[in-house]
């Protein structure tokens, strides 16, 4: 029986290094003339009260000064969503990349994130395989399915999605910038009088670095 009382965790987000225009860390940025690299990394931080918080993400796009629309980054495998399981990420002590690319070097003013679906299993059964995968919670690649009953899987209800960093950074030429996020839990699910679950997503950007 899911427990009526609010439920917290912590995902902090770390962008490392380095870029190829892959997940993989390897060299220098190999875009075009005029160029630079930006990379977002997450990762998660302990929490005992679920089995598995699988988030879904189908889009991250910055905006340049520039520029009236976004610019979105890649997902790995250019997948159009990715989902990780937030606690696998932190059981595994490990980070995956919410998006990656190459922009044109300047100065941005926004990163957008758009969360598409998430769902929270409470139970002793942990998620088992890779952290994050390829696709939307459904039909995730790379990912083990989620936990079996006896968990109890509780859909989340997201409102909107949609979640506007305003923060200015600069990427230059040749370069590659690095951003930490942090995506608190304890402000974005709750639960709702009747019972039943809503996440709306509160991420902040802690740092943000070039190189």
Known sequence: MVPK???SYLA???VVGCMAGAIGCGGSPSGPSGSGSLRVMLKDSPFHDA???LV???EVSVHQDTDADFTPLKFAADAT????DLLR???DNAQDVLGIGTLDAGHYTQVRLLVSDAKLYLGDQPSTGDACGPGDIAHVTGLVPPPTPPDTVVPLTIPSGEVKLNREFDVPEGGTTSMSLD??????IIQTGNGSYMMKPVIAVVSVSSH
């Open 5 to 7: 009382r609010r439920l």
């Open 56 to 58: 879904t993400f189908n």
């Open 183 to 188: 995506f608190d839990g304890d402000h974005s």
């Open 89 to 91: 990420l932190q059981k």
């Open 51 to 53: 089995s598995a918080v």
């Open 12 to 14: 902090s987000a770390a």
């Open 81 to 84: 969503s990715r989902t990780c």
